[in-house]
């Protein structure tokens, strides 16, 4: 009986899925322009929030190094840039208790970003107004609520970069 169900699998399913457009993210896809080379330029940070610029920047050199394509390289080097500008970060209550103290937050942060040909400063890419968000209890200590901040915007930079990786390679 196993042996007529994976045959039924490997003869039927298989090839319909296949045939059906599905595809496994990042393989062989090339990203636009045909670009190989990438660098990742430095984020204007219009937000009041120190250190985002390193925390983004961290977090794009983490996913990009992560897919392995396309090759991170210094700007002098690269043919294209990823640049582009933290928008906002806003926070706000979620939940209060009996006394009306907040107990948890969320954090929202929003991005424009641009993926540039360096040779003739052509748009690879656009993607405006890309949010990411999370979530975090608060605490009357307030070393531990700025690290519980921190640990949320370093998720959200993240989750963002992972998204942006995959908006670029798809060209959403």
């Not at 070393?143 to 060209?171: F, G, P, S, T």
Request: aromatic content about 10%; hydrophobic content about 40%.
């Amino acid at each position: 009986m196993k042996f007529k169900i994976a045959l039924f699998l490997n003869l039927f399913l298989l090839p319909m899925a296949l045939a059906c457009g599905y595809h496994l993210s990042g393989s062989g896809w090339e990203f636009p322009g045909g670009v190989t080379t990438l660098a990742i330029s430095s984020l204007e940070n219009k937000t009041p929030e120190p250190n985002l610029n390193t925390t983004f920047i961290a977090a794009f050199r983490r996913e990009f190094i992560f897919r392995g394509e396309p090759q991170l390289v210094r700007a002098q080097e690269a043919e294209s840039v990823l640049q582009g500008t933290i928008r906002s970060l806003s926070a706000s209550s979620l939940a209060y208790d009996e006394e009306a103290r907040a107990k948890e937050y969320r954090i929202t942060i929003t991005l424009d970003l641009l993926l540039v040909r360096q040779s003739d400063g052509e748009i690879l890419w656009r993607g405006n107004g890309i949010k990411g968000s999370e979530e975090y209890m608060a605490s009357d200590d307030v070393m531990v609520n700025e690290e519980r901040k921190n640990r949320a915007i370093r998720q959200i930079a993240a989750d963002l970069a992972e998204e942006v990786y995959i908006r670029i390679q798809e060209r959403f």
